[in-house]
């Protein structure tokens, strides 16, 4: 396709130069208003061109853009979302002195983990998942609160941790092979031959696992998504994740298969999918339960990935990616929605909290929403077993969290109606959550939407619902369960108790104060370092 190769690299480039020309106060005076345009070249992307691959400049430093149907389907999502959160920012920030250094933050986060989708190459695979790790740092600490600045030295200090494995996994794949910069596919293709196979998988589970976060790695989730603004919180929640997820995909051997690999995964999956939601139904805030949903929801696709690692089966990955798109979106509008309730007076905005609800129970399955679709797409890949009844059981646990979560959002003020700017960004990826994997499910699934009408499908996803609401009215009666386990759970105790980390704590504090008083020259620290990273990977 001739505008395949422009319209990928804009995905990237477009945000990019957004970020660069910031330095210009002219053009960061307005660049809040842009947000909402820098994802349509992605958007586009995933909508036109198809399965192809794209190679720019020469060895050894060759670029490869790649677009496959897993790619596509996270990459429309992702870049449909980015759009309505920066419109949504756009309304809600203006007033904000420190808005254009957050668009700033904002365009390199967005660059970033909207590359990831279409890179297919290894190095620049590692430069485009660091940018999107450390930029997301600026996101989180935004409003410059106690909450925030904890939560951003604890994600930072994560993020670091993953880059470094993530380099030690790359390094070790791709040293048998002869290009400086060899392609994805091929370094794991030549996986299952290599003598070191079982410890580069390990590292690249370990690595993808912090930034999904897989429990115990999941402690920066609960605290960044409350800390940040409402429109970051939804990219974070549904977009900056999935970074570790694409990771999965691109490189486990899920054409050979690695039965160790997939049950690790498995497990993982499972802890952290029933740990998600027991620890987020005895939280009191509404955007630390859909955090904590996001903990659990990632485990789901972990177990997806896991079963698909130990059978060799390669169609896990595009069943993942359908499960992933609809998790983007329900999650995005719902962080976006408490914004605006959070502002309107709670739950009487029933022009916003109805759908909100709607929203909140397809996460556990609700009859013909996108969660009741993505959960019998992927049934078969399941089988009959112990493990589709645990994840029918993680099915019910959703459920009751995201109950738990409307209960809360219910106990509001008189409401005040929300400006056109806020709701109509948050109405668009409301109606695409339903739109989008309606449309996806017939190619996806193999099945017609007939079938998702017959008796049986439809009791396959009412009954783990109703015994999920159940279970949330019955905790939601337990006064002493509200409130028991903070925000962050084990990080806490560290952070209280560990001489050292408070002292990390307090030097990554520094490093933050410095790089507000001096910008710039942090943006060209940030872009040396990701720079090094990458030639360091390439020359090993």
Known sequence: MIFGAPLLAASVLVPLLMAVSCLSARFRARVLSLLVFA?????????????????????????????????????????????????????????????????????????????????????????????????AYGLIIHEETEPARRAGVIYVVLALVAEAVLLIALVMLAAGHPDANPQIRDVVALLPDSPMRAGIVALFILGFA?????????????????????????VLSGVVVKAGVIGLIRFLPFESGQALGGGVLVAAGLLTAFYGAAIGITQP?????????????????????????????????????????????????LFLGIGILAAAGGARCRLVFVPMALLALSLGGMPLTSGALAKLAVKPMLGSGLL?????????????????????VAEGKPAVPPPAAQWLPWLAVA????????????????????????????????????????????????????????????????????PAV??????????????????????????????????????V
């Open 39 to 135: 994802p349509w070249p992605a958007l586009l992307a995933a909508v036109i061109v198809k399965e192809e691959r794209f190679a720019f400049l020469p060895p050894p430093f060759r670029l490869t853009l790649v677009m496959d149907r897993p790619g596509a389907i996270l990459l429309g999502g992702a870049a449909l979302l980015w759009s309505a959160a920066g419109a949504y920012a756009a309304a809600t920030m203006r007033r904000d002195p420190a808005a254009p250094r957050f668009a700033v933050w904002w365009l390199m986060t967005l660059a970033g983990s909207l590359g990831l989708f279409v890179v297919g190459d290894v190095v620049t695979f590692y430069l485009l998942f660091t940018l999107a790790s450390l930029s």
């Open 210 to 234: 912090l930034k999904m976060g897989l429990v115990p790695l999941h402690v920066w989730l609960p605290l960044a998504h409350p800390a940040a603004p409402a429109p970051a919180s939804a």
């Open 285 to 333: 805030r509404p955007k630390t339960v859909l955090a904590y949903s996001t903990v659990s929801q990632m485990g789901l696709l972990a177990v997806l990935l896991g079963v698909g690692l130990a059978t060799a089966d390669a169609d896990a990955t595009l069943l993942t990616a359908y499960y992933a798109v609809h998790h983007t979106l329900v999650k995005g509008a």
């Open 388 to 408: 589709a009844a645990a994840m029918t059981l993680a099915g019910v646990g959703s459920t009751a969290l995201m109950t738990h979560f409307l209960l809360l």
């Open 431 to 498: 109606i695409a959550s339903l739109i989008i994997p309606w449309s996806l499910y017939p190619a996806v699934s193999g099945e017609t939407l007939a079938s998702l009408l017959h008796p049986a499908a439809l009791w396959k996803t009412t009954w783990p619902l109703l015994l999920g609401i159940a279970a949330a009215f019955l905790a939601h009666r337990l006064p002493r369960l509200r409130g028991s386990v903070p925000e962050g759970d084990i990080v806490v105790l560290a952070l209280a108790g560990v």
């Open 502 to 539: 408070l002292r990390l704590s307090e030097g990554i504090e520094r490093a933050d104060a410095w790089l507000r008083r001096w910008p710039v020259a942090g943006l060209w620290l940030l872009g040396l370092a990701i720079l090094l990273g990458g030639i360091m990977a390439m020359r």
